[in-house]
């Protein structure tokens, strides 16, 4: 009994530091989309060089996760417990890299003025962050109908991501000063989309983990 104890805390210690390097990603990304709306040059380079520790952290989940493989001989839902969590830390380490790649673009356009979709661009990033919050929630409930609805909420970032970049567009087509900032803003619109496609591959890895059911919620 003392051995499943232990198993036991293995698994809930390591949902938790789970939990706590989704926080900070979140906090990177949080960070990175205020720096490119303020044009905050000394926050957009502690984003970039805050990215070691988020690269460290995943590798040290995945060496926490491989250790308890080896050594605890998991039964199958729990081995789709523990290659859940590699497979969503590794997620969460790509949405950090998304968060240095922003504020890369906030280092190339310090100079360059506030435009109109600004705002819709920090909208679109709080609904990334929104949605990486509801899937880490479901992740440490292991609820599969709240990963669900993550396809839902993907759909309405989908939709302010295609009004963002009908704007750009025009941008580029009517400005030639500033189309290539608008160019980069394009890219920082597609790359918070991407964060949210991320939190749907999360969602099916946890309905995975509950049920074993593959599911594919934005197709």
Do not use: W
């Not at 232990?6 to 979140?26: K, N, P, S």
């Not at 989309?193 to 983990?209: G, K, S």
């Amino acid at each position: 009994m003392q051995i499943r104890d232990h198993y036991a805390r293995q698994i809930d210690a390591l949902h938790g530091e789970l939990r706590e390097f989704g926080t900070t990603v979140i906090d990177a990304l949080t960070r990175a989309i205020h720096a490119l709306d303020m044009h905050d040059v000394a926050a957009a380079q502690k984003i970039i060089a805050d990215d070691r520790h988020i690269n460290a952290t995943q590798f040290d989940l995945e060496r926490h996760v491989l250790v308890i493989i080896a050594t605890q001989q998991p039964n199958a839902r729990d081995l789709r417990r523990l290659m859940g969590v590699n497979a969503i830390s590794g997620e969460l380490e790509r949405i950090g890299d998304y968060a240095k790649n922003i504020a890369k673009i906030t280092l190339r356009n310090a100079d360059q003025p506030r435009l109109s979709c600004h705002s819709q661009i920090g909208e679109l990033a709080r609904q990334a962050i929104h949605m990486l919050d509801m899937v880490l929630d479901a992740f440490i409930k292991l609820d599969a109908a709240l990963a669900h609805r993550l396809a839902k909420e993907d759909d309405r970032a989908d939709a302010l991501s295609q009004q963002i970049r009908s704007e750009l567009i025009g941008i580029i087509r009517e400005d030639a000063d500033t189309a290539a900032y608008a160019s980069d803003l394009l890219a920082a619109t597609h790359i918070t989309e991407r964060i949210a496609d991320r939190t749907t591959n999360i969602a099916e890895r946890i309905i995975f983990m509950v049920n074993g059911e593959i599911v594919e919620l934005n197709p």
